[in-house]
């Protein structure tokens, strides 16, 4: 399984800029997608997550900003982030959890990072 992530860049503070990240590969299913960031010097944390059912995590720092969604038919997730802020400034890794089989286990993937930078 490959995730191509896209959509990172360089915005001034109260911009907005939405990410994708596309799965690709021996996918059955997938249940949860998800995106982490890492800032310079910090560890990585939990963004956002959404379910194969719909139900969206965020946490407290992006909530009423971010927006998280999911395509099935393209097996893609996205996050909309908007009121940026430079806090917000970090590499973002998206992470899905796949079935590559009707009875198989689930295995996690994360993609590759993708910069986002928001200026003062």
């Known amino acids: 399984v490959q995730l191509q992530a896209s959509g990172g860049g360089l915005v001034q503070a109260g911009g907005s800029l939405r990410l994708s990240c596309a799965a690709s590969?021996?996918?059955?299913?997938?249940?949860?997608m998800a995106w982490y960031r890492q800032a310079p010097g910090k560890q990585r944390a939990l963004v956002a997550t959404?379910?194969?059912?719909?139900?969206?995590n965020y946490s407290s720092s992006v909530k009423g900003r971010f927006t998280i969604s999911r395509d099935n038919a393209k097996n893609t997730v996205y996050l909309q982030m908007n009121s940026l802020k430079p806090e917000d400034t970090a590499i973002y890794y998206c992470?899905?959890?796949?079935?590559?089989?009707?009875?198989?286990?689930?295995?996690?993937?994360w993609g590759q990072g993708t910069q986002v930078t928001v200026s003062s």
């Open positions: 992470s899905v959890t796949v079935r590559s089989s009707y009875s198989g286990p689930s295995y996690s993937y």
């Open positions: 959404v379910t194969s059912g719909g139900t969206n």
């Open positions: 590969g021996s996918i059955f299913s997938i249940n949860v």
